[in-house]
Nanobody, 121 residues
Framework: QVQLVESGGGLVQAGGSLRLSCAASGIIFSINHMGWYRQVPGNQRELVATITYGGSTNIADSVKGRFTISRDNAKNTVYLQMNSLTPEDTAVYYC???????????????WGQGTQVTVSS
């Protein structure tokens, strides 16, 4: 059973930093894209950043220059370094990955359970 487990969320003051981690576990043959989305209650889930297996990234304009996405393919883990946080970054952050797991014939999208990030002013 493939799972994504996030960690690193919490409460931070404006201007501070947090680093989120998301590790994929289970019998995994390959991981294609990995990424982070966030959602505020009442709003749609929005893209924060994605990264390909080769390291190419796509960063949302709202966080460009402040957030960095990276991954460790050997550990099946993706990271989100968040700097210069503002209260507008407060949300539940979700990890996602396209994974080819055991018994599967094609890649499938998986989501983590979400981790709360709260930025106080």
């Amino acid at each position: 059973q493939v799972q994504l487990v996030e960690s690193g969320g919490g409460l931070v003051q404006a201007g501070g930093s947090l680093r989120l981690s998301c590790a994929a576990s289970g019998i995994i043959f390959s991981i294609n894209h990995m990424g982070w989305y966030r959602q505020v209650p009442g709003n749609q889930r929005e893209l924060v950043a994605t990264i390909t297996y080769g390291g190419s990234t796509n960063i949302a304009d709202s966080v460009k220059g402040r957030f960095t996405i990276s991954r460790d393919n050997a550990k099946n883990t993706v990271y989100l370094q968040m700097n210069s946080l503002t209260p507008e970054d407060t949300a539940v952050y979700y990890c996602t990955a396209e994974i080819l797991g055991a018994g599967a014939e094609r890649y499938r999208s998986y989501w983590g359970q979400g981790t709360q990030v709260t930025v106080s002013s």
